[in-house]
């Protein structure tokens, strides 16, 4: 059984810094791309931020220059860096990845409990 345990998220005031991670858990032969999304109270759930196993990485234009994403292959362990936080960025933080499970064929997605990130003064 696949498992992704995020953890960091907390209440911080505007400007502040955090960082997200997520660790993900179980008989993993590679995990290809992690995602993270966020969903704010009354908003559909958005992709913030995407990285693949060669590295590339995407963002949502909201969020340029602020978040930064990272992965820990040995780790198996995706990090969300923020800066700059704005109260618009309170949500609960969710991870995603697509992997490939040891002994099967087929790649599957799996998502995590969510972290929520609450930016007030």
């Known amino acids: 059984q696949v498992q992704l345990v995020e953890s960091g998220g907390v209440l911080v005031q505007p400007g502040a810094s955090l960082r997200l991670s997520c660790a993900v858990a179980?008989?993993?032969?590679?995990?290809?791309?992690m995602v993270w999304y966020r969903q704010a109270p009354g908003k559909e759930r958005e992709l913030v931020a995407r990285i693949t196993n060669s590295g590339t990485m995407n963002y949502a234009d909201s969020v340029k220059c602020r978040l930064t994403i990272s992965r820990d292959n040995a780790k198996s362990t995706v990090y969300l860096q923020m800066n700059s936080l704005k109260p618009e960025d309170t949500a609960v933080y969710y991870c995603?990845?697509?992997?490939?499970?040891?002994?099967?064929?087929?790649?599957?997605?799996?998502w995590g409990q969510g972290t929520q990130v609450t930016v007030s003064s």
């Open positions: 179980g008989n993993i032969f590679r995990i290809n791309v």
């Open positions: 995603n990845a697509n992997l490939l499970e040891r002994g099967r064929f087929r790649t599957s997605e799996y």
